[in-house]
């Protein structure tokens, strides 16, 4: 059974699926301006004369050219309830539609949910473009930091994946060095890597339209004693979260098991965001691992990050994070560059 066809099986009412990186993922269709209308016994693959000759390659769909303006194209198509997609479609495509006499329900994620759990050629490459980000961070680490800005380790880094193979950057490379590592987002910047720094790098290699995301910290030379402290909590952190994640387990409950750990140190306070999120063919996708997650429970086939983070204005910042499989029985770890505090000249 095709993604299409496991959606339609469990649709209730139409879908209009607007969400680019939906429409790639039930299609492999790849277009600036498309919309998937499914029913359980027909898919409408909807854009415009730029792209219907690459649509009629897509096999399972009805290609209908309704122009430019994709939401006034729809009306004409949306007949009785029509779920959509609330998060893909703004405030005034939304008008747009009803006042066009669509009568419109929020979804609630269905195809996110299929996303969710990874078939095996998802799986393939997604390893591979972790394969890549393990080996850039491996030679990153063989380089000196002292010296350079972080602007320029975080190009070093775009360079390695473009050599190893990859498509893209998944995201912008974070380079975060000394009081800037504090920042759980931080940007690159000209600062200079000092010795006695903590430099947080949060990378991720994109392949075959999916994505890696990593975060290893490193220390520029010698650290202090409260750094290295630091970096032991966050590390023990980690690690008891990789510990608790499994097929079942509910997903707050796996963010709790590293949470409690730094709560229960000197850096109670610290660690802000949640402890994990889906990656795929975007970055940031379902389900997540943090403390507002509900009732959602880890299946297998999910492949999300686990990565606690100690954020201390002045003294800087340790996030360690790997990239995992959820198993039955486990993690299958995706993310092989190791994790001890790992020194640079």
Same mark, same amino acid.
């Not at 060095?177 to 000209?190: D, K, R, V, W």
């Not at 947080?200 to 290893?216: I, L, M, W």
């Not at 063919?281 to 943090?290: G, R």
């Given at each position: 059974m095709t993604r299409l066809e496991r959606l339609q099986a469990a649709l209730e009412r139409p879908l209009l699926v607007t969400s680019e990186p939906n429409v790639r993922y039930l299609t492999g269709f790849h277009s600036s301006n498309a919309?998937?209308?499914?029913?359980?016994?027909?898919?409408?693959?909807?854009?415009?004369?730029?792209?219907?000759?690459?649509?009629?390659?897509?096999?399972? &769909?009805?290609?209908?050219?309704? =122009?430019?303006?994709?939401?006034? =194209?729809l009306i004409e198509l949306l007949q009785g309830e029509t779920s959509f997609e609330a998060e893909s479609v703004s405030v005034a495509a939304f008008e747009k539609l009803r006042s066009g006499g669509a009568s419109l329900v929020a979804a609630d994620g269905p195809v996110e949910a299929l996303r969710a759990v990874k078939d095996a050629r998802e799986l393939a490459t997604i390893r591979r473009a972790a394969e890549i980000t393990s080996e850039a961070y491996r030679r990153l680490a063989s380089e000196p930091f002292a010296g350079r800005r972080e602007v320029d380790l975080a190009w070093r880094m775009h360079e390695l994946f473009h050599q190893l193979g990859a498509e893209d950057d998944a995201f912008p490379t974070i380079v975060a060095?000394?009081?800037?590592?504090?920042?759980? !987002?931080?940007?690159?910047?000209?600062r200079v890597v000092q010795e006695g720094d903590? &430099?947080?790098?949060?990378?991720?290699?994109?392949? =075959?339209?999916?994505?890696?995301?990593?975060?290893?910290?490193?220390?520029?030379?010698?650290?202090?004693?409260?750094?290295?402290?630091?970096?032991?909590?966050?590390?023990?952190?980690?690690?008891v979260g990789v510990a608790a994640t499994r097929a079942g387990v509910l997903a707050r409950e796996v963010d709790a098991a590293a949470r409690d750990l730094i709560?229960?140190?000197?850096?109670?306070?610290?660690?802000? !965001?949640?402890?994990?999120? =889906?990656?795929?063919?975007?970055? !940031?996708?379902?389900? !997540?691992?943090?403390?507002?997650a509900g009732e959602t429970r880890l299946e297998a086939g999910n492949v999300v990050t686990i990565e606690p983070g100690i954020y201390v204005e002045g003294l800087g910042g340790v996030r360690i994070e790997d990239l995992v499989i959820v198993t039955d029985n486990g993690t299958e770890v995706l993310t092989t560059f190791p994790k001890r505090l790992t020194v640079v000249g």
């Open positions: 919309a998937l209308l499914v029913e359980p016994k027909l898919a409408r693959l909807c854009t415009d004369s730029r792209y219907t000759a690459a649509a009629k390659l897509v096999p399972g &769909v009805e290609v209908v050219d309704i =122009g430019r303006d994709l939401f006034a =194209g060095s000394g009081p800037n590592g504090a920042f759980p !987002h931080a940007e690159p910047t000209e903590l &430099v947080v790098v949060d990378a991720g290699a994109s392949v =075959g339209g999916y994505n890696a995301d990593c975060t290893r910290t490193f220390a520029c030379g010698e650290i202090s004693a409260e750094r290295r402290r630091a970096y032991e909590i966050c590390l023990a952190a980690q690690e709560e229960a140190s000197e850096f109670a306070g610290t660690f802000g !965001h949640g402890l994990g999120h =889906g990656v795929g063919i975007e970055v !940031h996708e379902a389900p !997540h691992v943090s403390a507002d």
